[in-house]
T-cell receptor, first 115, second 109 residues
Framework: DGGITQSPKYLFRKEGQNVTLSCEQN?????MYWYRQDPGQGLRLIYY???????QKGDIAEGYSVSREKKESFPLTVTSAQKNPTAFYLC??????????????FGEGSWLTVV | DQQVKQNSPSLSVQEGRISILNCDYTNSMFDYFLWYKKYPAEGPTFLISISSIKDKNEDGRFTVFLNKSAKHLSLHIVPSQPGDSAVYFCAARDDKIIFGKGTRLHILP
């Protein structure tokens, strides 16, 4: 079945460490997104990519980095510069183009806790 | 500045009655609007969407209304069921997808 796979589901990080969250999709979607959810904050956009080898910052990109070397993969690195990284992270994809694709597919999410 | 606003953090509705969830937006370039339902620690589930060229879309118990002049949309759920208790997110799209903060819906027995 097609879908989006995020890993790991749960991750603990020590302060000062970088961690990378994986997001893989086999839906042949062009656009991929990373969101973060905090209590009372809803889903906030970190980075998004409309096409391979291109990505843009979202609303809260500071302290994060991404790459889009392959269409199916959009990993997110949470760097030590991110001040408050403990959150629930969601990866999403959509077929692409403003007028194509009317739903977003989400992964199951990754819980990151800084200890 | 929030481009998509859900001003009610929570809403309680009696089972069987109508639930109305509201959403306001500021960007007139948004051309597609979506509603998602989310349970804790899970990815959001798509419910219903509407293009900016329409003012109403209906799918079973769910109906979304769009008022472009007011930059307002609403999700109606009727009749409300216990399984509808969740957080509901409004989202809008131009070249990226922006979500509101969500409204927690409680369906009361």
């Amino acid at each position: 079945d097609g879908g989006i796979t995020q890993s790991p589901k749960y991750l603990f990080r020590k302060e000062g460490q970088n961690v990378t969250l994986s997001c893989e999709q086999n839906l042949n979607h062009d656009a991929m997104y990373w969101y973060r959810q905090d209590p009372g904050q809803g889903l906030r956009l970190i980075y998004y990519s409309q096409i391979v080898n291109d990505f843009q910052k979202g609303d809260i990109a500071e302290g994060y980095s991404v790459s889009r070397e392959k269409k199916e993969s959009f990993p997110l690195t949470v760097t030590s510069a991110q001040k408050n990284p403990t959150a629930f992270y969601l990866c999403a994809s959509i077929r692409g183009g403003r007028l194509s694709g009317n739903t977003i597919y989400f992964g199951e999410g990754s819980w990151l806790t800084v200890v | 500045d929030q481009q998509v606003k859900q001003n009610s953090p929570s809403l309680s509705v009696q089972e069987g009655r109508i639930s109305i969830l509201n959403c306001d937006y500021t960007n007139s370039m948004f051309d597609y609007f979506l509603w998602y339902k989310k349970y804790p620690a899970e990815g959001p589930t798509f419910l219903i969407s509407i293009s900016s060229i329409k003012d109403k879309n209906e799918d079973g118990r769910f109906t979304v209304f769009l008022n472009k002049s007011a930059k307002h949309l609403s999700l109606h759920i009727v009749p409300s069921q216990p399984g509808d208790s969740a957080v509901y997110f409004c989202a809008a799209r131009d070249d990226k997808i922006i979500f509101g903060k969500g409204t927690r819906l409680h369906i009361l027995p």
